[in-house]
Nanobody
């Protein structure tokens, strides 16, 4: 059992920055690879970034490379997503999730993740 709570969302102007946090409780946080996704109304949930349990390996969707940075602090049971140069098309609900480790699914597939937070809203105005 793992519980995840996202925070840090809000309203920003295009070109601005936000840092999202995902606080975990329950089963040992450091045992999990983690991912960030987002979902806009009427659209599919989109993979953004993933990080290994140790934080030593990261992976990004092409659309956010150079703008978003994923990191984690296992001592604080928290994973972060630093978002820079935000665009109106970044507007969405942002979710963090734990990887299941099921080899059937690629890390970019939402089915590869077992526990999800409730999300935090990010709105970018033009």
């Amino acid at each position: 059992q793992v519980q995840l709570v996202e925070s840090g969302g809000g309203l920003v102007q295009a070109g601005g920055s936000l840092k999202l946090s995902c606080a975990a409780s329950g089963r040992t946080f450091s045992s999990y690879n983690m991912g960030w996704f987002r979902q806009a109304p009427g659209k599919e949930r989109e993979f953004l970034a993933a990080i290994s349990w140790s934080g030593g390996i990261t992976y990004y969707a092409d659309s956010v490379k150079g703008r978003f940075t994923i990191s984690r602090d296992n001592a604080k049971n928290t994973v972060y997503l630093q978002m820079n140069s935000l665009k109106p098309e970044d507007t969405a609900v942002y979710y963090c999730a734990t990887r299941t480790g099921d080899p059937t699914y690629d890390r970019r597939d939402k089915s590869a993740y077992g526990y999800w937070g409730q999300g935090t809203q990010v709105t970018v105005s033009s």
